[in-house]
């Protein structure tokens, strides 16, 4: 396994970005999977505002920030209200971001806005040419979105995901997001290292006109096989607030 990529952010303190898979790319696009709960909504969205100046400033760019509608299936602790994925080119333009000394004081308000944290990086598995994002048109807040987030091999997942796109677009809906994860966040302080909570190896997005659509694709052959391979699912319904 690759050694971790770290800044240092204080005297006693550095920032890591963990590889936990062999193919890690520290220069290929890195995006970063954020989940969790609100305890305080106006100072994340506060701690929002000043972030998205320092976000834009490393050339990442929001891709998907959503809200959650219900549970379909999981783990009920896993399950989170909040779902915001950030694309960066590259991790250490995260670290870049990082070093901001104005950004590391709005990461305060977060801190103190936000319950039950998840953390990761993930390599998106689209094409670029399918991978738009947030700026992308064709999605719209009145669409509903399936999420799910897995853990399991990656491997059926990186060998058969163009037939479960394809099985996906026969239910009329589309690909928006499909993850897998590549590096862990740690904060290292005098020493002692502290890993963030995340479960997730991979994490799916699909963008559809109804629920109905939805159910019918979670019956599908293919889907069903991909949900067999993995030890644990987590399907939720996901609205998009951005």
């Known amino acids: 396994m690759q050694k971790p990529l770290s800044t240092t952010v204080s005297k006693t303190e550095k920032v890591l970005i963990k590889p936990v898979v062999e193919h890690f790319d520290a220069s290929a696009d890195m995006c970063a999977i954020n989940w969790f ?24 760019r929001l891709f998907f920030k959503g809200k959650l509608v219900k549970q379909l299936e999981g783990p009920e ?22 070093d901001f ?49 897995f853990q399991g091999d990656d491997g059926w997942l990186r060998e058969n995901r163009q037939s479960l796109f394809a099985s996906a677009r026969e239910h009329n809906m589309q690909v928006y997001f499909c993850g897998l994860t590549t590096a862990h966040i740690a904060r290292e302080k005098s020493g002692q290292q502290q890993n963030p909570e995340f479960f997730m190896d991979g994490i799916l997005l699909f963008a559809a006109q109804s629920e109905l659509d939805i ?3 979670t019956l599908d052959d293919i889907y069903s096989t991909f949900k067999r391979k993995n030890s644990s699912n987590s399907l939720y319904l996901f609205s998009r607030s951005l």
């Not at 994340?44 to 400033?57: C, D, E, H, P, T």
């Open 37 to 60: 709960d609100l305890k305080r909504a106006w100072m994340y969205q506060l701690y929002g505002l000043i972030a998205s100046r320092f976000v834009r400033k490393v050339s990442a």
């Open 215 to 217: 159910e019918n694709f």
């Open 101 to 149: 000394k104005i950004f590391q004081l709005a990461s305060v308000l977060r801190l103190a806005a936000v319950r039950r944290f998840c953390f990761g990086f993930t390599e998106n598995m689209l094409e670029k040419a399918d991978s738009k994002g947030a700026s992308d048109k064709r999605f719209n807040k009145q669409q509903i979105y399936l999420v799910h987030h």
């Open 77 to 98: 602790d896993r399950q989170r209200e909040n779902l915001l994925i950030v694309c960066y080119p590259g991790a250490r333009k995260f670290l870049d971001l990082v």
